[in-house]
């Protein structure tokens, strides 16, 4: 049975600057189990491993001096089928440079991992969206202060569900900073404390308020605003 087509109409997480959305079971268990497969399939010499997670940036890692271009170059297909088929519907891509994301970084982290707070830096155009597969995870947000730099405590949490799909843009994604605590277990969750508790999928596991993290992978899509034809590229590398 064809899935319905997917409206953001009531995905908006209210109490966020402008915009966050966050769509419960974006991804059937199926879906997520095949992705999941596909990436356990890769060489593990296509990951990078960082100090406090790894790192699969697909279809590859930015190049040039800023690190901010890609090289032409289709997404795995384990990647954009059923994802980037549905995200088309919600037509969040439309005015952006190519229409749709061309780079998906995947994130994996065990349980008491996680990653800085920081913002999406300005290579990509300013819409991330964000699949969770195997775990859930909370993600903290940041304000900044008058100065430009970053509040020493989060102001919100977003609880992210495994086979769940965030988006961030607009204020959001320019004022706002994002990380993950590198905690193994997540404490004082309701719905005074997570933003986006009335639209979870099921509050089941969490209405004790405590909740154990797994092993999680997070699907990062973008646009990167540059992109280059291989040819040029090897050009710009031997001038180097
Ligand atoms: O794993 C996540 O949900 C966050 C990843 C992230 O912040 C990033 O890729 O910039």
Redesign the pocket.
């Known amino acids: 049975m064809a899935s319905p087509a997917l409206s953001l109409e009531d995905a908006q997480i209210s109490g966020l600057p402008e915009s966050g959305f966050y769509v419960p079971e974006f991804l059937s268990p199926e879906e997520e189990q095949y992705i999941l497969q596909e990436i356990s399939k890769l060489p593990s010499t296509r990951w990078t491993i960082l100090s406090h997670r790894r790192l699969l940036s697909l279809p590859s890692q930015l190049t040039g001096a800023a690190r901010d271009t890609l090289i032409a170059a289709p997404m795995p297909p384990f990647l954009s089928k059923v994802v980037l088929d549905r995200l088309a519907q919600t037509r969040l891509f439309k005015d952006s440079p190519h229409g749709a994301p061309n780079h998906c ?1 995947v ?1 994996e ?1 065990q349980p008491g991992q996680g ?1 800085m707070p ?1 913002v ?1 830096g300005p290579a990509y155009y300013p819409i ?1 969206a ?1 699949v ?1 597969l195997a775990s859930h ?1 909370v ?1 903290d947000i940041y304000k900044k202060n008058d100065q430009g730099e970053r509040e020493a405590t989060p102001t919100w949490h977003i609880l ?1 569900e495994p086979r769940s799909l ?1 988006i961030t843009t607009g204020d959001m994604y320019k004022d706002t900073l ?3 605590s590198e905690d193994d277990e997540d404490k004082d969750l309701g719905p005074e404390t997570i933003v986006n508790w009335n639209k979870l999928g099921d509050k089941t596991p969490y209405e004790g308020g405590t909740a154990k993290r797994q092993n ?1 992978l ?1 699907l ?1 899509y973008r646009d990167v605003l540059k992109v280059a034809k291989l040819g040029g590229a090897m050009k710009f590398m031997n001038k180097r």
């Open positions: 970084l994130n982290y990653i920081h999406d991330t964000t969770s995870t993600l992210q965030l994002h990380g993950i999680r997070s990062t």
